[in-house]
């Protein structure tokens, strides 16, 4: 059974940067793509970033510019970069994986919450 879990949210600043990190129990590799979403109270969960295997991205565009999703092979995790932070960024953030085979395979951790409040 695959695994995800996420580390690195927390209580933040407008402005501030925090670093999502989500490490993966296979090989990140195996994956055709990973991608970090969000829910906030009482809204649909969204995708903020993807990436795939072939390396390419893609963002939504309320976090364009200050979030970067990239792959760290030496730890196998998948991280998401988020700079100059705002309050509607304030949200549990979810590391997602998918697998395309015989269908689409999706996998989920367990989220990690992100408030960002002065």
């Known amino acids: 059974q695959v695994q995800l879990v996420e580390s690195g949210g927390g209580l933040v600043q407008p402005g501030g940067s925090l670093r999502l990190s989500c490490a993966a129990s296979?090989?990140?590799?195996?994956?055709?793509?990973m991608g970090w979403y969000r829910q906030a109270p009482g809204k649909q969960r969204e995708l903020v970033a993807s990436?795939?295997?072939?390396?390419?991205?893609d963002y939504a565009d309320s976090v364009k510019g200050r979030f970067t999703i990239a792959r760290d092979n030496a730890k196998n995790t998948v991280d998401l970069q988020m700079n100059s932070l705002k309050p509607e960024d304030t949200a549990v953030y979810y590391c997602?994986?998918?697998?395309?085979?015989?269908?689409?395979?999706?996998?989920w951790g367990q989220g990690t919450q992100v408030a960002v409040s002065s």
């Open positions: 997602n994986a998918k697998l395309f085979f015989r269908g689409i395979h999706d996998y």
């Open positions: 296979e090989s990140i590799f195996r994956f055709n793509v």
């Open positions: 990436l795939t295997n072939g390396d390419n991205t």
